[in-house]
């Protein structure tokens, strides 16, 4: 199986939303103007580093020839979303969404958050009415900190200036897929647009702040989405680099520590950070069962 597209649609059907003074995030609403509120709405939310495109796969599978509204947003920073925020914290993000999800009057909504971004649709979902709220999937989820080696954070901070951080970003990037072949025929077309958007002014700064900020606050929130049993699906690959210790401890941890209700998971054999794009047919089959 090889999954390709023809063209990676940056600018097609891109709104826009005013959340802090007058900078704005974008986002897209998959093949509709108007939002059908008798279905489900899944917001996708992408990784650190990266752009709403990472969903291209799984959106037109969710969306089902219209069964389902499909949200997709750009980061503060990233993507086609303003730079020069004051901050990019998983609270920011997740303030962005609840504002999103209030502007557009939705509800039936299931959160979908990739790596960094798990822990902000959590905080999104702490913050929404639990009957709004139908489901949380967190895809290679970092939902609380994780100590990073000694000197690799002054490193990173190092590499992730203006002139280096895009290339740098790129090269550590591509590690992420493990598949061999990889099932992608696009990514490295993909790869090209992400490092493009990089190199625009004031998007490494905004890598730099999602990158560093704390995630504690997610784990403390993990409590309210526990005590309203909304439904949650972790998903990992099974080869994740970014989880040396191995994905079966860390969604152990996850289930003893902050999410003990969890019934169901999956973790798709082979895959690297983005399941969700290598195996997407799989990712979704387990997100609509």
Not at 46 to 68: T, V
Not at 199 to 214: C, D, T, V
Not at 254 to 280: A, T, W
């Amino acid at each position: 199986r090889i999954t390709k597209m023809s063209t990676i649609p940056v600018n097609d059907n891109t709104k826009y939303l005013v959340v802090e003074g007058s900078l704005r995030i974008a986002y897209d609403i998959k093949n509709a103007n108007n939002i059908n509120k008798n279905t489900l709405t899944f917001i996708l939310v992408p990784s650190l580093g990266d752009i709403r495109q990472e969903y291209r796969y799984l959106a037109p599978l969710l969306h089902n020839n219209g069964q389902h509204n499909v949200i997709s947003v750009d980061l503060r920073g990233m993507g086609q979303s303003d730079v020069n925020f004051k901050s990019y914290t998983p609270e920011d993000t997740g303030y962005d969404l609840v504002k999103l999800i209030k502007y557009l009057d939705v509800n039936n909504i299931v959160l979908i958050g990739c790596s960094m971004t798990a822990g902000s649709v959590v905080l999104t979902a702490s913050s929404i009415s639990d009957k709004t709220i139908k489901g949380l999937v967190l895809i290679s989820s970092f939902l609380w900190d994780h100590k990073m080696p000694f000197g690799i954070p002054t490193l990173l901070s190092l590499l992730l200036n203006r002139m280096t951080g895009p290339s740098f970003w790129k090269d550590y990037y591509q590690t992420l897929y493990t598949l061999k072949p990889s099932t992608v025929e696009d990514i490295n077309e993909y790869i090209k647009l992400l490092h493009s958007n990089l190199q625009e002014k004031g998007r490494i700064n905004a890598l730099r702040g999602h990158l560093f900020a704390s995630k504690s606050s997610c784990a403390i929130k993990s409590k309210s989405i526990y005590d309203s049993k909304i439904p949650v699906l972790p998903i990992y690959g099974s080869k994740d680099p970014d989880f040396p210790k191995g994905v079966s401890d860390e969604l152990e941890i996850m289930k003893k520590e902050y999410l003990p209700h969890i019934k169901d998971s999956l973790i798709v054999d082979g895959c690297g950070h983005y399941p969700h794009v290598e195996e997407p047919n799989k990712v979704y089959q387990a997100i609509i069962k």
